[in-house]
């Protein structure tokens, strides 16, 4: 569809909402061109949240590695 624009496919970004704490789901989206995941977090207190947010900053490295 980009190429039936007149856009080069390689200059676009894809970005994927939701992302799963999954790292081979992580990586399988990133190897088939997924630029940006996002992650979605409960509704919760920093007691709840810091320790999700803790095992996205080991698993991103690892994405990215």
Do not use: F, Y
Not at 7 to 20: C, I, M, N, Q, Y
Not at 28 to 56: C, F, H, Q, S, Y
């Amino acid at each position: 569809m980009a190429e039936e624009a007149g856009r080069d496919p390689a200059s676009l970004s894809v970005t994927l909402g939701g992302a799963p704490e999954d790292l081979a789901v992580l990586r399988r989206n990133r190897d088939l061109g997924v630029t940006r995941m996002t992650v979605r977090l409960p509704p919760g207190k920093a007691d709840e949240i810091l320790p999700i947010l803790d095992r996205w900053a080991k698993l991103i490295p690892q994405v990215n590695g």
